[in-house]
């Protein structure tokens, strides 16, 4: 794995051999603004799927409702410290993305880095159907379903912590949709390269 500064770009070279050797460019967003704006959707989708799961444990905005108004004290700490814990989010976000890449530590085809949008992964490995829709939901389903879960049962989930996991429900909305489109275009078994913001499958 190595770690550079930022998102490596398509590789023309890397995406000839692949066509020439007979891998199938899915048909997808070309940047990553349009990709952002296809998946708004599934931000709402992802979202009301966390609400769902945390309302089983802790509902405040019932109280917000029944009084029909609410209070936000906010000053110059407060902002900073939750620009940091978003950003530590999407740290941990990337994280578990990357743990799941296979022998992502011994990878050379494997980097990470850190950006002031946060972090990110990138591999060009060539990784099996099941684990790559694996690596793609592993954020959203372990930080905004599964976890929620975890700290509901144990009477921990607050405010504060619901408000990042509706955040990074929100920030799987582009892991939703890559997953949507893997599953809609990609047959059973085939195998998955990642370059840049191009995806081939064989």
């Given at each position: 794995?190595?770690?550079?500064?930022?998102?490596?770009?398509?590789?023309?070279?890397?995406?000839?051999?692949?066509?020439?050797?007979?891998?199938?460019?899915?048909?997808?967003?070309?940047?990553?603004?349009?990709?952002?704006?296809?998946?708004?959707?599934?931000?709402?989708?992802?979202?009301?799927?966390?609400?769902?799961?945390?309302?089983?444990f802790?509902?405040?905005?019932?109280?917000?409702?029944?009084?029909?108004?609410?209070?936000?004290?906010?000053?110059?700490?407060?902002?900073?410290?939750?620009?940091?814990?978003?950003?530590?989010?999407?740290?941990?976000?990337?994280?578990?993305?990357?743990?799941?890449?296979?022998?992502?530590?011994?990878?050379?085809?494997t980097?990470?880095?850190?950006?002031?949008?946060?972090?990110?992964?990138?591999?060009?490995?060539?990784?099996?159907?099941?684990?790559?829709?694996?690596?793609?939901?592993?954020?959203?389903?372990?930080?905004?379903?599964?976890?929620?879960?975890?700290?509901?049962?144990?009477?921990?989930?607050?405010?504060?912590?619901?408000?990042?996991?509706?955040?990074?429900?929100?920030?799987?909305?582009?892991?939703?949709l890559?997953?949507?489109?893997?599953?809609?275009?990609?047959?059973?078994?085939?195998?998955?390269?990642?370059?840049?913001?191009?995806?081939?499958?064989?």
């Amino acid at each position: 794995m190595k770690f550079v500064k930022e998102i490596p770009p398509i590789d023309k070279k890397l995406s000839d051999k692949l066509i020439s050797h007979g891998w199938i460019k899915i048909k997808e967003p070309k940047n990553l603004l349009t990709t952002m704006l296809v998946s708004i959707p599934l931000m709402f989708i992802n979202s009301l799927i966390s609400i769902l799961i945390i309302n089983q444990f802790y509902s405040p905005w019932v109280d917000i409702l029944d009084k029909r108004s609410f209070s936000i004290s906010i000053n110059i700490f407060n902002i900073i410290f939750f620009i940091i814990a978003i950003f530590i989010l999407l740290i941990v976000h990337e994280l578990f993305h990357m743990i799941f890449i296979p022998n992502f530590i011994k990878s050379d085809k494997t980097c990470c880095g850190i950006t002031l949008n946060g972090g990110f992964v990138a591999t060009t490995e060539k990784i099996v159907k099941n684990r790559f829709i694996m690596i793609s939901i592993a954020p959203f389903v372990l930080l905004s379903m599964v976890l929620p879960i975890i700290l509901g049962v144990c009477n921990s989930l607050n405010g504060f912590i619901v408000f990042f996991i509706i955040v990074n429900a929100m920030a799987s909305s582009v892991d939703i949709l890559n997953l949507i489109l893997i599953m809609v275009q990609v047959p059973k078994n085939s195998f998955i390269i990642n370059n840049g913001f191009e995806t081939y499958f064989k």
